[in-house]
């Protein structure tokens, strides 16, 4: 059971093996204070590589303008606990100011070795410096390397189509039986996957150091509004009653739609298919009691829905650039 939960991550890894590396560096150049480098290099590692440039460059900054400040500070007003403190009261607005806070940990340290010196002298400036570098600079390295998602990517799109298409297949049963036994699991299902598919999509994303449009995003994001309409869907299919021609004509269309979940391109066909429903509806017998009325009514708005739907997929999706997308499936 133990050797079960114990699995070291890639981040782990890095962490562990840059740390190290870290601190052989700055002990061989015979650095003061060389385990900081490793300190550094922990701080440092993330779980993008945008984010980590991000960190990487406010901690940087950060730490110049702590050996900056600190230098003057305690040079000027002496190496005392009440100075380090007024220090801190001026230097934390400063991070901030200057949108680096991200650097405020690392950067106490830096503070910390000036003021366990008792003195600043350009040597010690560059030893701070060569710190700082070192542990930022092999975190960076250490985050080039980043796992691909792409096979977790179209296992959440699989799990998600599925998810979908159990769904759908749940309505048309509905509106033809007025009644199920469903219990609704793949609600719940689909709004985890939805959001871990998300997650994991923004993450990659993030994974590009220049602008990169991801299909795998787009494609979730269409799917997340996709299922917002299923959501406000369902409280008017619970409501229809009686087994209509108008019910089972859009039971056999949503059957049929629940078949075709995928990346593909079909929505243009599904809304005419929906244009002519609404037609032939017009064309029916008018109610003849108020509760017919009303199940009319909610069998529009059901069909007012469904394109929407299939609208948001020709809105957020088809025109995305799918080739590199479709190459991986």
């Known amino acids: ?12 890894l890095k962490t562990a093996v840059g740390a190290g590396v870290s601190i052989a560096i700055a002990s061989l150049l015979g650095l003061e204070f060389y385990s900081s480098a490793a300190i550094i290099t922990i701080l440092c590692i993330s779980v993008t590589r ?26 000027w007003l002496g190496y005392t606990p009440w100075v380090l403190t007024l220090l801190l ?13 991200e650097g405020f940990i690392t950067s106490c340290v830096i503070l910390l070795h000036l003021y366990v010196l008792n003195e600043f002298s350009w040597g010690i400036f560059w030893n701070e410096l060569q710190l700082i570098i070192i542990g930022v600079g092999i975190a960076l390295l250490a985050n080039v390397y980043m796992p691909n998602d792409e096979k977790k990517l179209r296992e959440y799109v699989k799990d998600i189509e599925a998810t979908f298409s159990i769904i759908l297949k749940e309505i048309a049963f509905y509106l033809r039986e007025g009644d199920s036994q469903w219990d609704g699991k793949e609600i719940n299902d689909a709004i985890e ?4 598919a998300n997650h994991l999509a923004e993450k990659n994303v993030q994974n590009h150091l220049r602008k990169y449009e991801d299909p795998y995003f787009h494609y979730f994001h269409m799917r997340s509004k996709q299922f917002e309409v299923l959501e406000r869907l369902l409280p008017f299919v619970s409501s229809i009653q009686a087994n209509s021609k108008q019910s089972e004509m859009i039971a056999d269309f949503v059957e049929e739609l629940s078949k075709v ?57 088809n025109h995305v650039d799918k080739t590199e997308y479709l190459r991986t499936k």
């Open 1 to 12: 059971m133990f050797m079960r939960s114990f699995r070291i991550g890639y981040r782990t």
């Open 50 to 75: 945008r984010h980590s440039l991000f960190i990487s460059w406010a901690r940087f900054i950060a730490c110049i303008i702590a050996l900056l400040m600190g230098a003057a500070l305690f040079e």
């Open 89 to 101: 009261l001026i230097y934390i607005p400063v991070v901030v100011m200057f949108k680096v806070q």
């Open 193 to 196: 996957l939805l959001e871990k």
């Open 261 to 317: 979940i995928s990346p593909a391109d079909y929505g243009h066909y599904y809304i005419d298919q929906l244009d002519s429903m609404r037609l032939t509806f017009k064309e029916m017998e008018l109610p003849a009691t108020r509760d017919e009325f009303e199940e009319r009514s909610h069998l529009f708005y059901i069909v007012y829905e469904l394109n929407q739907y299939l609208a948001l997929k020709n809105q957020l999706w």
